[in-house]
C-alpha cells in the first residue's frame, strides 16, 4: 500500500509485537542473560568514572566553588527524566533506549534522529573518557615504578588550540587504543560476562571513591568555598551563568540512566529490574557524585583544578604529602575507566543493533554470534571507529558534544511519556507510573534539559547541526526506502 511521505515520516513501531516476531528468530536474537544488580551496576558503571574522575578539570573552572550546585542541578535534572525512563522500560522493554522509545510514539523519523543523538553521545563519550585515561595510567606508572609514558605517546595527533587546529605529526595517544582493543574482546565473549565483569569494577571503583573521601575530608577547608560565586567574572563565569555552564558540561555524566535502557532486551524480567535499574543507579551516583565533588573542592583551591592532569590522585597527594595514597587512587582509576569505556562501547553496539533490526541502517549491525550471543562484526567495528577518534584527536569538545546528546536524548524521552500514556489507554497494564500525571514532571525534564543546553557553547551546536544534517540526508537517501515497516 503506498504511503505519503507524512505517513512515512510518523510510522511507529509495535514494540510488544516486534519483540515476540524477533524471539522467534533465536539466530538473531539477544539472550535474556542480565539481572538486576549486574544491570544496575551497568548504570553505575557508565555513570561514576566520567563525571568525578574527569569533568571536575572542565566544570570547576566555569563555576569556582559552586560546581557543587551544578552537579546537584544535573543529577535533579537527570532525576526527572529518569522517572520517564523508569515508565516507558517498563511499557517497551527493548534495546535501544530512546530510540526505541521515539520509534513507539513518535514516529520513525524523529526516532531515526533521536538515533544519531545516540550514537554521536555514545561513540563521543568512550573515546573521551578513553583518553582521560592516559592520565591516570601515567599517574599511576610514575608513582609505581617512577616511569613515564613518553609524550609522543599518550598525545593526540589533532590538537585543538585558542588559535585553532594544529596537527602534532608522529604523535599517538596509545593507551587509549590499548583500552579499547581490551573492551572488545570482553564486549565480543558475550553481554552476561561482559555484565559480571563490570559489576566487579565498579564495586571496587565505589570503594576507592570512598577511600577518596575520607582522607580528602581530613585536609578539608571551608575557606576554599569562599568566594562562593566569582563576582569579578575573572577566572570563573560570573555567579549562575557559570554553574549553568558547568551544569551543562558535566551532565553527560548521567549517560548510565541511558545504557541501563539499552539492555532491554537482554535483562531478564525486564519489565520490572529496568525501571529499579535505573532509579537504584540514580541514587547510587548522587550520594557519590555529591560527597566526591564536596571534599575535592574542600581540599584544594578552585584554582588549582584548571589544567590538572589526574585531579583526584594529586589532591591526595598534596593533603597526605605521600605518594601512596594517590597510587592506591590512580589504580582505582585505571579500573574505573575500563568500566566506564566498556559500558560506553557496549550501549553503543545495543543501539545499533536496534537501528539495523529495524532496517535503518546496514544488516551486518544486527547479525549476532550464535556461540557468544553478542553482536561481533557491530562490536569490532564500533571499536575501531572508537579507538581512532581516542588515538588521534583531542578531547576538548568531545564533553559538550556528549552534553548535547545526552540532553536531546532526555528531552524526546520526556515528550514520549505522555504520547505513550495516549496510545495506551485506560485498558493499558498497570505499571510503574511517572508521579503527578503524565504531563507535569515530563514538562519539568523537558524545561531543565533545555535550561542545561543554554549553556553550551556555538561550537557544539555548529558541529551539531552538521551531524543532524549527515543524518536528515542518510534517512531519505537510505533508511526511508529500507525500514523494516516499509516492506511491510
Not at 539466530?27 to 574522575?53: C, D
Request: hydrophobic residues 50%; positive net charge; contains cysteine.
Amino acid at each position: 500500500m503506498n504511503q505519503t511521505l507524512v505517513q512515512k515520516l510518523t510510522r511507529t513501531k509495535l514494540v510488544a509485537h516486534q519483540n515476540a516476531e524477533d524471539a522467534s528468530s533465536s539466530s538473531n536474537s539477544l539472550h535474556r542473560s542480565v539481572g538486576l544488580f549486574p544491570l544496575t551496576m551497568i548504570g553505575v558503571g557508565a555513570t561514576i568514572g566520567t563525571g568525578i574522575f574527569f569533568t571536575m578539570v572542565e566544570a570547576v573552572p566555569k563555576a569556582g566553588p559552586s560546581v557543587i550546585l551544578s552537579f546537584l542541578i544535573a543529577a535533579i535534572t537527570a532525576g526527572l527524566t529518569a522517572l520517564c525512563y523508569a515508565e516507558l522500560s517498563f511499557r517497551i522493554p527493548a534495546s535501544g533506549s530512546s530510540y526505541s522509545f521515539a520509534y513507539a510514539t513518535v514516529g520513525e523519523f524523529l526516532a531515526f534522529i533521536m538515533a544519531a543523538c545516540l550514537l554521536l553521545e555514545y561513540g563521543l563519550a568512550a573515546s573521551a573518557v578513553a583518553i582521560g585515561w592516559s592520565d591516570y595510567l601515567n599517574n599511576f606508572l610514575n608513582n609505581a615504578i617512577g616511569w613515564h609514558i613518553p609524550e609522543m605517546l599518550r598525545s593526540p595527533t589533532i590538537v585543538s588550540t585558542a588559535t585553532g587546529i594544529e596537527v602534532h605529526g608522529g604523535h599517538i595517544n596509545l593507551p587509549p587504543i590499548i583500552l579499547v582493543c581490551l573492551c572488545c574482546l570482553l564486549l565480543i565473549r558475550g553481554a552476561k560476562e561482559s555484565a559480571t565483569t563490570n559489576a566487579i569494577m565498579v564495586l571496587i571503583k565505589l570503594a576507592i571513591l570512598i577511600f577518596f573521601v575520607v582522607i580528602a575530608f581530613s585536609g578539608f577547608d571551608i575557606n576554599n568555598f569562599h568566594p562562593f560565586f566569582s563576582p569579578d567574572g575573572g577566572a570563573h563565569t560570573t555567579g549562575m551563568a557559570g554553574v549553568t555552564a558547568a551544569a551543562a558540561t558535566v551532565f553527560f555524566s548521567f549517560i548510565g540512566l541511558d545504557t541501563v535502557a539499552t539492555a532491554g532486551e537482554e535483562v531478564r524480567n525486564p519489565t520490572r529490574n529496568v525501571p529499579i535499574g535505573i532509579l537504584a543507579a540514580l541514587g547510587i551516583v548522587t550520594v557519590f557524585y555529591m560527597l566526591v565533588a564536596v571534599a575535592a573542592m574542600g581540599a584544594q583551591p578552585a584554582a588549582k583544578f584548571a589544567g590538572q592532569e589526574a585531579g583526584l590522585a594529586v589532591i591526595l597527594q598534596n593533603v597526605t604529602g605521600q605518594t601512596w595514597p594517590a597510587l592506591v587512587l590512580a589504580a582505582g582509576a585505571v579500573i574505573s575507566v575500563f568500566s566506564v569505556t566498556l559500558v560506553t562501547i557496549y550501549g553503543q553496539t545495543r543501539i545499533l543493533y536496534a537501528i539495523a533490526k529495524d532496517g535503518l541502517i546496514s544488516p551486518v549491525f544486527q547479525k549476532v554470534s550464535p556461540r557468544t550471543g553478542s553482536p561481533v562484526q557491530n562490536t569490532l567495528i564500533v571499536c575501531i571507529v572508537v579507538g581512532l577518534v581516542a588515538g588521534f584527536v583531542d578531547a576538548t569538545f568531545l564533553w559538550d558534544m556528549v552534553s548535547m546528546g545526552t540532553l536531546t536524548a532526555f528531552s524526546v524521552v520526556s515528550v514520549a511519556v505522555p504520547v505513550m500514556r495516549r496510545k495506551a489507554g485506560p485498558s493499558a497494564v498497570k505499571g510503574f507510573r511517572v508521579p503527578g500525571g503524565p504531563y507535569l514532571v515530563p514538562g519539568l525534564s523537558i524545561a531543565a534539559c533545555l535550561y542545561l543546553m543554554f549553556g553550551l557553547s556555538m561550537t557544539t551546536y555548529t558541529i551539531f547541526g552538521i551531524w543532524i544534517t549527515a543524518t536528515v540526508l542518510t534517512y531519505f537517501l537510505y533508511s526511508m526506502r529500507n525500514s523494516r515497516l516499509n516492506r511491510k
